[in-house]
């Protein structure tokens, strides 16, 4: 008769003297930041919500603009702003966002540690770190001066802030992707750009999705970048590639350096709009990450 061997006792005890004592200390500590952290971070949105709930109606979203001393109520708003800060993020999302992509995967799937991908891992750190004005100045002197003001030129300075972002997010996602699946691929004979596609994309898309959001929703409340490329103008603007336009971040930074209450409840208003579509999307990159976590499950 066999006997069965013993199987090994794991302690499932929490940590005991000093190490106990450590892991509450840091335990407290990090609750303690976060709460540091959350109390601005309340104040900021108390602030806003409380100073431009009231200017918020469906006319203000939709209507175009009313003299800076006029109150907010009845007719006139943020409507071309709104507009126009879709337009600019958009375009900038459509370049920014395959270039990204892209540059992630030549740089974790085929550059490896060559120069090349170094180059580009070191111009996307560097680029991560570039103040907003100074991209914006960099689009103003190659495009604007030549080509005048447009939203496309707004879209191209949004664009270079959006890239690094979504190069290293996207890289830092194709890194969590195990080795074994590519491997397996391999072993069936797949070529390189098929496994690529067909494996290691699918099984990253839902953080790729995310950080892609995510650099969205940063690029939609730049202003600096803005005051140099769409002019800031009144008006809608349907032709993001031809004339000066307009945006929520400007419009934020016209209005609250007027000296009229009118002004200042409207950019309040706009500032709450522009958080809003921030958490919309912070939101469905949530919901995007999770559904597609659970598709790969």
């Known amino acids: 008769m066999a006997v069965a061997a013993e199987q090994p006792q794991v302690d ?9 004592t450590k892991n ?39 209507g175009g603009p009313i003299p ?6 009845g007719v006139g708003g943020m409507g071309p702003a709104v507009l ?41 750190d560097v680029m991560t770190g570039v103040p907003s004005i100074v991209m914006g100045l960099f689009i103003f002197s190659i495009w604007v ?13 949004l664009g270079c802030l959006m890239l690094p972002v979504v190069i290293r997010s996207s890289e830092e996602m194709l890194k969590l992707v195990p080795d074994s699946l590519r491997e397996a691929s391999y072993a069936l004979g797949a070529t390189k750009s098929r496994v690529t596609l067909t494996v290691v994309l699918p099984a990253a898309i839902g953080g790729i999705v995310s950080g892609a959001l995510l ?25 993001v590639f031809s004339g000066a336009n307009t945006a929520l971040s400007t419009q934020i930074f016209a ?32 919901l995007v990450t999770g559904r597609f976590t659970r598709y790969s499950r």
Do not use: C, D
Request: net charge positive; no cysteine.
């Open 12 to 20: 499932l005890r929490e940590p005991a003297g000093w190490r106990r």
């Open 24 to 62: 509450q200390i840091v335990t407290i500590a990090m609750v303690t930041a976060f709460v540091i952290l959350l109390i601005p971070l309340g104040f900021v949105l108390y602030t806003v919500i409380a100073k431009g709930a009231s200017a918020i109606s469906w006319s203000f979203l939709t």
């Open 68 to 73: 800076p001393n006029v109150l907010p109520a």
């Open 84 to 124: 126009g800060t879709i337009e600019i993020t958009a375009l900038a999302a459509v370049m920014a966002v395959p270039l990204g992509v892209l540059g992630a995967i030549y740089i974790n799937e085929y550059g490896g540690r060559g120069p090349l991908a170094q180059v580009v891992r070191f111009m996307a």
């Open 145 to 157: 001066l030549h080509f005048g003001y447009s939203g496309l030129a707004g879209a191209l300075a």
């Open 215 to 239: 650099a969205v929703a940063r690029a939609a409340g730049e202003t600096a970048p803005l005051l140099f490329t769409i002019l800031t103008v009144t008006a809608a603007n349907t032709n």
């Open 255 to 286: 209005n609250a350096t007027q000296p009229y209450l009118g002004a200042q409840s409207r950019a309040w208003g706009a500032a709450l709009t522009l958080i809003a579509i921030a958490f919309i999307l912070m939101i469905a990159a949530r």
